[in-house]
């Protein structure tokens, strides 16, 4: 069986995790501090925290910007659940909005959601390709658009528009008019998950770039903070002759990263451009060349004149189908042990958010996106011999269920 997405395990990782343990310092300390450093420099922006998750990092910033009861928050309805259900944890009104045809957030249904009461927006880079940031920016700062805005704690009067946070969890190494996923906008979340391209096992990061009179540094002090249950020093800076009293100065939570993670980050982001981008790449530009002889086809778009993605996942549509016709062919390509998946079944269908009165009819073209999509495997230790296997069983798959 071609698995989905396993990690990539190697000699590397397991030496440098095996180091951290054997140094005895396994929670947050010395290799997340570099962690954070080094992808601070790889990624242009501001400061970095590193986090448990992806999901810790939306929550610990919505917080952080006072969102709460009252406030709107517009998210794509087509992402993962993390997306949303940070926006319900911190007692908020989701508004969920329409994508365009490359599954990213549609800048005019974001235009058409915005109130009094919008608070953030939570653009979503869905397999990697990063959304249109200079239509949002440009959006929220627009003269109309920002006298709506109504702020409610001293951040929000600081920034004094809609807050852009990226839900960038697919596209670490992504580029838009030559800057990097991190510097995109004002802050933006990574997820370093099992699957990604760049995984720590579980984790994530939040890379601050807010604009002055920001103190991007003083706020990386105060989110660390709020990931250490309030705790005003960290385990490394306790550790240091005479500096063991702290004080708790708020509730906060505890979603802090550890060394263990941290260790295998490094020697992934030491050759992520130059090796797994490159290989992840190869794999995308093979799918395309050979689905592009099918009418039924239809690639997806990973590169452009001012974007490039991180080569997450590759989002084949067979165009002309069902819903029920395309799980019937991931069935079919299952039979032939090749592992396929679908990103992601929006959350309007999903049984929490249908209960909360949303539906899938409001949001059409989303609902055609997921309808007709079939993710493909996409990792390094995937080989060109592989890769033709998933070409095989897919055009099989497909043939079979449209001569059906």
């Not at 927006?121 to 627009?142: E, K, M, Q």
């Not at 230790?381 to 043939?399: F, G, P, S």
Request: hydrophobic letters at 40%.
């Amino acid at each position: 069986m071609i698995p989905f997405s396993p990690p990539r395990i190697d000699q590397k990782i397991i030496d440098a995790v095996n180091e951290t343990l054997r140094s005895g310092w396994i929670t947050t300390g010395p290799k997340t501090k570099l962690f954070e450093k080094k992808l601070t420099e790889f990624c242009g922006n501001k400061a970095t925290l590193c986090v448990s998750s992806a999901t810790a990092g939306l929550e610990l910033m919505l917080r952080w910007f006072g969102i709460g009861k009252g406030d709107e928050v517009i998210v794509p309805a087509y992402t993962y659940a993390a997306t949303a259900n940070v926006v319900v944890h911190c007692e908020a009104k989701i508004v969920f909005v329409d994508c365009d045809e490359d599954f990213l957030i549609s800048t005019k249904s974001i235009e058409q959601a915005i109130t009094s009461r919008t608070k953030v927006i939570i653009p979503v880079d869905i397999a990697g390709f990063p959304c249109n940031y200079d239509g949002i920016h440009a959006l929220v700062s627009r003269p109309d658009i920002q006298q709506q805005f109504s702020p409610s704690t001293k951040e929000q009067e600081m920034l004094n528009h809609i807050l852009v946070l990226s839900d960038a969890a697919h596209s670490v190494g992504a580029v838009y008019n030559g800057k990097k996923t991190g510097n995109l906008s004002e802050v933006t979340i990574f997820s370093f998950h099992a699957v990604k391209n760049l995984t720590t096992a579980e984790g994530g990061a939040i890379c601050l770039n807010l604009p002055e009179p920001f103190d991007n540094a003083a706020i990386y002090h105060n989110l660390n903070i709020k990931s250490l249950h309030g705790q005003t020093k960290d385990a490394l800076a306790k550790s240091q002759a005479g500096s063991w009293r702290y004080d708790i100065i708020e509730p906060g939570f505890k979603c802090n990263m550890t060394d263990i993670q941290a260790s295998m980050g490094l020697v992934e982001l030491e050759r992520y451009g130059s090796d797994m981008l490159v290989r992840r790449k190869e794999i995308f530009d093979i799918y395309a060349r050979a689905f592009s002889s099918f009418d039924w086809a239809q690639i997806p778009v990973y590169e452009t004149a001012d974007r490039c993605t991180s080569y997450h996942v590759f989002l084949l549509r067979i165009n002309g189908i069902s819903e029920d016709q395309r799980d019937r062919i991931i069935q079919e390509i299952f039979l032939q042990d090749v592992s396929v998946n679908v990103h992601f079944v929006p959350l309007p269908l999903m049984t929490y958010y249908k209960n909360e009165g949303y539906s899938i009819i409001d949001y059409p073209v989303t609902y055609d996106n997921y309808s007709r999509e079939i993710s493909l495997p996409v990792y390094y230790n995937l080989t060109d011999k592989m890769v033709q296997t998933v070409i095989n069983a897919v055009v099989k798959a497909v043939e079979k269920v449209l001569i059906n």
